[in-house]
């Protein structure tokens, strides 16, 4: 089997991972955090959503998250929309990367956003155009791509349908996202190989969550299909508020020990992943659900 010579990882905990805990972080403790997770090596960080403050309290800081970002030019610090409002907000920091992201279930995109999926499509084309003119980098992702708890199976041709207007519309990265973590490794080939002539020289990635355990097996999966690009979370944090009993994401250092095993080189230390991982499960009070963080020290 042939895979990948490199691997690019998008960390999404200070994200995505932040956003389920009860407990609210800190500014300067969410800096410590994507800090710690850069000098690791990680090379693109998403460190928060422009989404309402009452909904997600967890994500109420964004703008002084990112004003007090490091400054750099090697890392990928990126911010999800869900909507006009959070893309007017998002242009308004100099964050210069911002992720679209809409659902292909009308479901979950009503509870996620408030919008059918139609909707959303007719509000994603609004909010690429203002990141462009405002000279921004756009991730577009789908949520929901490989199933939904609220409606089950999603048709490949709905997720053709909003992956084929977002790369129209000039998306600079496409993400496929296992939102509910109902992904298995059919369901990632019959995708992909649907999705990825379409988006020709445009990057293809995988957002994958680990709910019932697939989420590596989907990850080889579509390494052995080319796919080159992964979100991640450190420890396995994560899930969706939006979405009962979703879980975390896959881990970052659980990802990357499997990376190297098969010679897929990232630039990512995972043993000072783990240890972000390890300070981080001592400040919000629990065990998380990686593996490799509690193996990696004390």
């Not at 994603?124 to 155009?129: E, N, T």
């Not at 998306?171 to 059919?186: F, K, Q, Y």
């Not at 994958?208 to 796919?227: F, I, P, Q, W």
């Amino acid at each position: 089997m042939v895979y990948p010579k490199h691997a690019f990882i998008t960390e999404v905990g200070p994200r995505d991972g932040l956003q389920m805990e009860k407990q609210v972080l800190s500014t300067d403790q969410k800096i410590q955090l994507i800090n710690g997770l850069v000098t690791a090596g990680v090379r693109a960080v998403q460190v928060a959503s422009f989404v309402h403050p009452g909904k997600v309290p967890q994500m109420a800081d964004a703008e002084a998250v990112i004003d007090a970002l490091p400054p750099t030019e090697t890392v990928e610090f990126s911010a999800l929309t869900l909507n006009l409002k959070g893309m007017e907000r998002a242009c308004r920091t100099p964050i210069q990367w911002i992720e679209v992201s809409l659902s292909a279930s009308e479901t979950q995109s009503r509870n996620n956003s408030g919008m059918s999926v139609d909707e959303a499509l007719a509000e994603a084309d609004a909010m690429i155009d203002l990141a462009r003119q405002e000279g921004r980098k756009v991730r577009g992702s789908i949520q929901c791509s490989f199933g939904c708890v609220h409606e089950c199976e999603i048709e490949v041709v709905q997720v053709q349908r909003l992956a084929e207007r977002l790369l129209n519309k000039g998306v600079d990265r496409l993400i496929l996202a296992d939102t509910t973590g109902m992904a298995t490794p059919p369901a990632v080939r019959q995708n992909l190989a649907a999705i990825l002539p379409m988006a020709g020289d445009i990057p293809v990635g995988l957002h994958l969550h680990d709910t019932r355990g697939m989420g590596m097996v989907n990850l080889m999966t579509a390494l052995e299909m080319g796919v080159a690009y992964f979100d991640t979370s450190l420890g396995g944090l994560g899930g969706c508020p939006f979405v009962d009993g979703a879980a975390g994401n896959i881990a970052t250092e659980d990802t990357i020990h499997l990376l190297n095993s098969l010679n897929v080189a990232t630039g990512i230390d995972y043993a000072k992943v783990a240890s972000e991982s390890r300070r981080l499960s001592r400040l919000l009070g629990h065990d998380l659900t990686g593996k490799m963080y509690r193996l990696l020290g004390s």
